[in-house]
């Protein structure tokens, strides 16, 4: 089976009630640890790569890495999406090299730091939709912009993030304008801003509805209840690991980020059925690698210190699928197929070079 396209595990999700965590990547040691995780729990996955991801481990080799992973675990339903693409080379480029998925991230311009208008972000995404769904491959869009609403900033993540100061009015996706959007841009999911935003620092205080606007995802996912909704920016920033990390030598102090259970309420209740999660992985290798430096301090060799960080990555990954009830699911999208007396379509193909 292995990959498939976001638009094929979005629709199984959203008919069996269950969500998928996206998970990002940028190295051999996630990459496994992910796959390990849903190979042990039975769990489709959504693993994704922004262009900092892209940068740092060369096209070629995550390519081939993706590959790798596909060949070595076959019986988990895996989409390789691109995360925050910001122009239509860069979602090309993503497909030439066999994502599944990429997302079109017109909310800002090119630069990927200046908020763009509504017209732009929809001239951009239905581009992006036109090519993509030619070769099969699915689209995200996103409206409003990912930011704190507490203090109108965004956080950059890979180099990918608003400069300046935003207002209410311009942060949160408007419902009206979402309903249009999904129907002129036809995308496969959509990307909600409601106060979540990329790193540790989300919220200063145990976050409420003036900060954390569920009610907007609530909104969007009654005017589209057949529309399959993202949350970005949706680590839950486990104190633990803060402790370990600090504990270790390192300097986190107020981190705070989603709470798990408004997270498990928009997926029961508002349509949510892709989660991204990057820096509850990043915790969690960051503090198994530091508790290793701090208490083996002659320790040199590599794998002693990412063994460990794999091994925490893989249970941060389980504690996902289970939360988000993907757990138990791989085997139910090979079913599906099967009871139809055929094996899994594969909308998508990688294009040739020219």
């Keep these: 089976m292995a990959r498939i396209t976001l638009r094929q595990l979005l629709d199984h999700a ?3 009630d269950y969500a998928l965590p996206a998970f990002n990547i940028n190295n051999m040691e996630q990459g496994l ?7 042990a729990v039975n769990s489709p996955v959504i693993i994704q790569a922004s262009r900092g991801a892209r940068n740092y481990a060369n096209d070629i080799m995550l390519a081939r890495m993706i590959d790798a992973l596909a060949e070595i675990y076959p019986n988990i339903p895996v989409c390789m999406h691109q995360d925050h693409g910001n122009g239509p080379a860069t979602c090309a480029t993503a497909i030439q090299y066999g994502f599944t998925s990429v997302m079109m991230d017109g909310s800002l311009k090119a630069d990927a730091k200046t908020p763009a208008d509504y017209d732009y972000n929809v001239r951009v995404t239905r581009a992006v939709v036109d090519m993509a769904h030619w070769v099969g491959a699915s689209v995200e ?6 930011g704190s609403l507490e203090t109108g900033m965004g956080e950059k993540e890979d180099g990918h993030g608003f400069e300046g100061k935003l207002g209410h009015d311009q942060l949160p996706t408007d419902p009206d304008q979402a309903v249009e959007f ?10 909600i801003a409601m106060g979540t935003s990329h790193g540790a620092y989300k919220f200063s205080r145990k976050p409420d509805g003036a900060v954390l606007a569920m009610g907007v995802i609530e909104e969007i996912h009654r005017r589209l209840p057949n529309t399959h909704l993202v949350m970005h920016g949706s680590s ?6 803060i402790d370990l990390v600090n504990k270790y030598g390192g300097n986190m102090p107020n981190a705070k980020g ?8 928009a997926v029961r209740n508002y349509g949510v059925c892709k989660v991204n999660i990057d820096t509850d992985l990043r ?3 960051t503090a198994k690698i530091r508790e290793v430096f701090a208490t083996k301090p002659a320790e040199f060799d590599p794998r002693n210190y990412l063994g460990p960080a794999r091994e925490a990555i893989t249970k941060m990954v389980q504690r996902k699928l289970h939360m ?3 757990a138990g699911k791989a085997d139910e999208i090979t079913r599906h197929w099967e009871k139809l007396g055929r094996p899994l379509p594969r909308y998508y193909s990688k294009p040739k070079a020219a």
């Design 14 to 16: 959203a008919e069996h």
């Design 33 to 39: 640890a992910i796959m390990e995780a849903a190979e």
């Design 141 to 146: 869009g996103e409206l409003g912009v990912l």
């Design 182 to 191: 999904v129907k002129t841009t036809q995308v496969d999911a959509l990307a």
């Design 236 to 241: 839950s920033v486990p104190q633990e690991f």
């Design 258 to 265: 989603v709470p798990e259970d408004q997270i498990s309420m």
């Design 283 to 285: 915790l969690a290798m």
């Design 324 to 326: 988000l009830n993907s």
